[in-house]
């Protein structure tokens, strides 16, 4: 078992075989930092077997070469530019018989049983979210995962996490989707990390054939105070500022989960809220800025955002 917190990936090895298994536990007037190869438009070629790899980027397919089975494919289908990545859970077969989640990470694979997942992408900066385009097609109802870590001075010590879970549902056209980064940690940042997948799910509920596009990833940092938010507008937060208490207004006819955590990451509050409206009580918490997320049944990423407490 491979741990990388908050992540948990196992992979298995057969035949020099790595296979993910889980990962368990991503405004305009932003400025948008450099992720290597963000855009997936430059790949290098294998030529025996056949098969790309994004560059700046680590998948299995070296490691299931041999089997002729690709969960990591360059695709004409993008957003912009000619090129997106597509990565597929398959599975290769008897006598194998193992599952092959579609995987990609700017770390660094592991090459032994014992290893785990290393590198990444030296990094400083602290942004405020992650943003960036995807397709997916699930199978089983599970879904996509889209996710950035900052790691202090080893990859055990977390220091933020940003993560996007697609809906248990077809989205057929490129949509973009923002995540907000939970700090949790004060600690100097000296590292990054970019993981993506085709299914979130573990082994056991995995589906073979659900697939994930992704494209023109970012991270973003909001100059200023205000608030930016791309989510879904069923869910409305106000006021905000807010100094004593927030009103949530939500019309998805459904219960969902609000929880808020201040800068560093720490959980502040936890609550379900109605399919009409409710109410947060904040005026025991400091003045500052606060993040939050709203999430719905199996933990579906509905709306994330930025709450300022000012008194």
């Keep these: 078992m491979y741990r990388i917190e908050p992540v948990t990936i196992k992979l298995y090895k057969m035949k020099k075989i790595f296979t993910l298994i889980s990962i368990l536990s991503i405004s305009s007037a932003g400025m948008f930092a450099q992720t290597p190869n963000a855009g997936f438009e430059t790949w290098t070629h294998n030529s025996f077997p056949s098969y ?128 907000e980064m939970i700090y949790r940690s004060a600690n100097p940042v000296t590292n990054s990390m970019w993981l993506l997948s085709s299914s979130k799910n573990d082994a056991l509920t995995a589906s073979i054939g659900s697939t994930l596009f992704v494209d023109d990833l970012a991270l973003v ?27 949530i207004k939500n019309i998805l006819n459904s219960a969902a989960q609000f929880v808020l955590y201040d800068a560093m990451g720490n959980k502040m509050e936890e609550k379900e809220i109605g399919s009409v409206e409710s109410s947060v009580d904040v005026k025991e918490f400091a003045n500052g800025l606060y993040f939050y997320t709203v999430t719905g049944k199996n933990n579906l990423n509905i709306k994330s955002g930025k709450l300022i407490i000012q008194k």
């Design 52 to 179: 790309d790899t994004p560059d700046s980027w680590n998948c299995a397919n070296s490691q299931t070469a041999l089997t002729g089975v690709f969960s990591c494919v360059k695709s004409s289908s993008a957003h912009s530019g000619s090129f997106a990545i597509q990565l597929i859970t398959k599975q290769i077969g008897s006598p194998i018989n193992q599952l092959v989640p579609g995987f990609a990470t700017t770390g660094t694979l592991p090459t032994s049983i014992t290893g785990p997942i290393t590198g990444g992408i030296a990094y400083t900066l602290r942004p405020d979210s992650i943003t960036g385009w995807y397709k997916y097609t699930p199978q089983g109802g599970e879904n996509g995962y889209i996710q950035f870590i900052l790691f202090g001075t080893s990859n055990s010590d977390t220091i933020a996490t940003g993560g996007f879970a697609t809906p248990a549902a077809a989205v057929g056209s490129y949509t973009r989707f923002h995540a």
């Design 221 to 247: 940092f909001n100059p200023g105070v205000g608030v930016a938010e791309q989510n879904r507008t069923e869910v409305t937060l106000f006021p905000n500022p807010a100094s004593d208490r927030i009103e």
